[in-house]
Nanobody, 124 residues
């Protein structure tokens, strides 16, 4: 089982920025991708972004394109989510997750191992 630990959540005003980190351990277990998901209170979990661990290709939900950037530091076994131009609708608990099968994208069911989540609140 992979272990993933998120950090970097907090409060930001609309238009502000936050940078989330996801540290992955037990990395001898192969995983194809790391995804970021978020869940607003009372709503379903939705995919935000993912990065392929083979070629570093990236994918984004339409709602965050142009504002969020996912990246990976292989040496630190860490995946980042840089969130700029934050909006109130970005509020939620953000999770990182690992996909251990090759057919993945932004569906939560495609990921096997999950972090504990980090809270992001965007409000004036």
């Amino acid at each position: 089982q992979l272990r993933l630990v998120e950090s970097g959540g907090g409060w930001a005003q609309p238009g502000g920025s936050l940078r989330l980190s996801c540290v992955v351990s037990e990395f001898t277990i192969h995983y194809y991708g790391i995804g970021w998901f978020r869940q607003a209170p009372g709503l379903a979990r939705e995919g935000v972004s993912c990065i392929d661990t083979t070629d570093d290709s990236t994918y984004y939900a339409e709602a965050v394109k142009g504002r969020f950037t996912i990246s990976r530091d292989k040496a630190k076994n860490t995946v980042y989510l840089q969130m700029n131009s934050l909006k109130p609708e970005d509020t939620g608990v953000y999770f990182c997750a690992a996909a251990q099968t090759p057919n993945y994208y932004l569906g939560a069911e495609e990921y096997e191992d999950w972090g504990q989540g980090t809270q992001v609140v965007v409000s004036s």
